[in-house]
Nanobody, 119 residues
């Protein structure tokens, strides 16, 4: 059974930091590119950051470049999102996503973890 379980969300003040984690199971993790998406109320889901299967290449949305860092640990079947200098506009439900780059029809979503940036 495929599972992606996010954790680490919460309430943080502007300028603060959070580290999101996503624990994967039920599929060959190191075969899958991993991404973090977010969706704010009333807005479409957007790609925040992605990382290739081996972790050698990362990409970020312009809005988070220089503040967020995506990483993965294939030995632990986990992907992380370090978020620094958080802003109120970062408030959203953050989702973990797995995609097989060879067979993209195989892709999975987590349930999301809420991040709220507010004073």
């Amino acid at each position: 059974q495929v599972q992606l379980v996010e954790s680490g969300g919460g309430l943080v003040q502007p300028g603060g930091s959070l580290r999101l984690s996503c624990a994967a199971s039920g599929f060959r993790f190191n075969w899958y590119a991993m991404s973090w998406y977010r969706q704010a109320p009333g807005k479409e889901r957007e790609l925040v950051a992605s990382i290739t299967t081996g972790g050698g290449t990362t990409n970020y949305a312009d809005s988070v470049k220089g503040r967020f860092t995506i990483s993965r640990d294939n030995a632990k079947n986990a992907v992380y999102l370090q978020m620094n200098t958080l802003k109120p506009e970062d408030t959203a439900l953050y989702y973990c996503h797995a995609r097989n780059p060879i067979s993209p029809q195989y892709n999975y979503w987590g349930q999301g973890t809420q991040v709220t940036v507010s004073s």
